[in-house]
């Protein structure tokens, strides 16, 4: 059986080089690559995926996952060896069960979409993409079907990102969600709105770029095994675990977007440096969902990041950077401007409060697509309709509506969104357990000390990697399942005290 296992190990591994080199391929795209790049690139790119997915998919892969099941069943379930079988297993028969002309078809067909949409959105012509949308729906909807048993078409596309999460389970958890969100939202935009012109003057790159490396070091980013880039869209990307880089975007005219990015980016890039190094070229390097991933991004930028703690220790530095913009900003206007809230449009610049609303809008939409209960040519109304009501605003255009984010326009329609919401809710909830197991956390904060923290997260998340689902590790950690309360709690706490509400419901 050992034998068995090193084998399955070392296809494992070349499969994960080819990867490791794809992503390197597309970190250079995203940083230094001239524009000349760009054709050979996307071909070097999809012929490493191509031999990446065929190699997953050899049936050579299935019969060693076969003659290793009665293996993987005497061992424990979470032992490194039953994990690594199990995940494998989930991933080759997920790969396997869709046929690689349909694979083919759904790449050509988003690469195509992608690209319009980069054309239609500034022109705000939702017109020239409603088409091509209209076949992303039928290629979604045929890519669940070869996934049959399903309770809800969009469970097997939710399972692509968030493995174990169906519409029922979110459904429930998002009402949920909801219902208590929305007084402390509108009790909230009713008061007179806090003044952020604080965070916008001119704030040189070079200072700003700086002070996000040496904030992030202090939370426990390792420089010797990451580094720090820019790119038009801030994303984190490893090739080994001793190599997990992020990059960042710098506005010069908003403090705030490298700051908070910085500390979101460094969020994920922590969770895969921190990963069992055991595990290396194997699918347990790499965090259970994009839920789970999410929560630690969120938990360092905005359960540390925007916290008043954080700031004790940082504003002084932050001064000293800036003196000529921030010396006569006090450190109470400073911390309402980071959690300033509005009635917005935009999803990525929402605040913490008003967030979940915008993800919400788009897993509702995405459901009716799916279940034939909204046409692709209604979206922009239906789109407009929803903004309206849950937010109060209505975009005056598309390009600041339906067509805002790329998600549907670069993949499939169904499993996208909800991870951003999970991590919201999960990251509360680990965040309050470690609390609970150390109550000295805040003061260590306010010193710019987060090593308590970190170790606690490493050591009950970061370290088992994709061993455990997202429900397991909710409920190993916490005793409890998911659940929106130390979310809903959080939020109460901090926004009552920032804008002198009650927000008990109406
Ligand atoms: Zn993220």
Not at 29 to 57: D, I, N
Not at 445 to 465: A, N
Not at 471 to 490: D, F, K, N
Request: net charge negative; aromatic share 10%.
């Amino acid at each position: 059986m050992k034998a068995k296992l090193q084998a399955l190990k070392t296809r494992l591994l070349e499969i994960d080089d080819l990867n490791a080199a794809a992503s390197l391929l597309q970190w250079d795209q995203a940083t230094y690559m001239p524009p000349g790049g760009a054709v050979a690139r996307g071909r070097q790119q999809s012929t490493l995926s191509r031999l990446a997915h065929e190699k997953l998919t050899d049936p050579a892969i299935g019969g060693l996952l076969d003659d290793l099941q009665a293996y993987e069943e005497s061992l424990p379930y979470d032992s490194p060896e039953a994990s690594l079988i199990r995940v494998t297993r989930r991933k080759y028969e997920r790969a396997a069960q869709v046929p690689p002309s349909f694979m083919a078809e759904l790449n050509e067909h988003a690469a195509v979409t992608y690209q319009a949409w980069t054309r239609a959105r500034p022109a705000d012509d939702f017109a020239a993409v409603q088409p091509l949308l209209e076949k992303t729906l039928v290629l979604s909807r045929r890519l669940a079907g070869f996934f049959p048993g399903y309770e809800h078409i969009a469970d097997p596309l939710i399972d692509y990102a968030d493995y174990g999460m169906t519409v029922s389970m979110l459904r429930a958890l998002f009402a949920d969600l909801r219902e208590q969100l929305v007084p402390i939202v509108q009790a909230v935009t009713a008061q007179p709105p806090t003044d952020d012109s604080c965070l916008r003057q001119h704030f040189a790159a070079p200072q700003q770029i700086a002070f996000g490396l040496d904030v992030i070091q202090r939370l426990g980013y390792d420089l010797d095994r990451g580094r720090q880039d820019q790119s038009p869209h801030p994303f984190s990307t490893h090739f080994s675990l001793g190599d997990v880089r992020i990059t960042t975007r710098v506005n010069e005219g908003y403090l705030g977007s490298a700051l908070f990015g910085t500390m979101h980016e460094a969020g994920h890039a922590m969770y895969d440096q921190g990963i069992c190094p055991d595990f290396e070229g194997t699918p347990l390097a790499d965090g259970p969902s994009a839920g789970v991933h999410e929560s630690q991004s969120r938990l360092w930028e905005n359960l540390v990041g925007r916290s008043r703690g954080f700031w004790r220790f940082f504003y002084p530095r932050l001064q000293a950077a800036f003196p000529e913009q921030l010396s006569g900003v006090s450190e109470d206007a400073f911390y309402a401007a980071i959690n300033q809230v509005e009635r917005s449009l935009i999803r990525v610049a929402a605040d913490e409060l008003t967030y979940n609303l915008h993800v919400m809008i788009r897993f509702d939409l995405e459901l009716a697509l799916l279940e034939g209960n909204l046409a692709v040519r209604d979206l922009p109304g239906v789109w407009r309709e929803r903004y309206l009501a849950d937010l109060g605003i209505a975009p005056p255009n598309d390009r600041d509506g339906v067509m805002q984010d790329m998600h549907w326009y670069s993949w499939v329609i169904g499993g996208m969104f909800q991870g951003y919401t999970l991590g919201n809710v999960m990251g509360a909830q680990f965040f309050d357990a470690a609390l609970r197991a150390h109550p000295e956390i805040p003061a260590e904060m306010e010193q710019g000390e987060f090593g308590t923290l970190h170790r606690w997260l490493k050591d009950h998340i970061y370290q088992h990697g994709a061993k455990y689902t997202a429900t397991e590790l909710v409920e190993r950690i916490t005793g409890q399942s998911l659940s929106v309360e130390p979310y809903i709690r959080y939020l109460k706490e901090k926004y009552s005290a920032l804008y002198g509400v009650t927000s008990s419901p109406p």
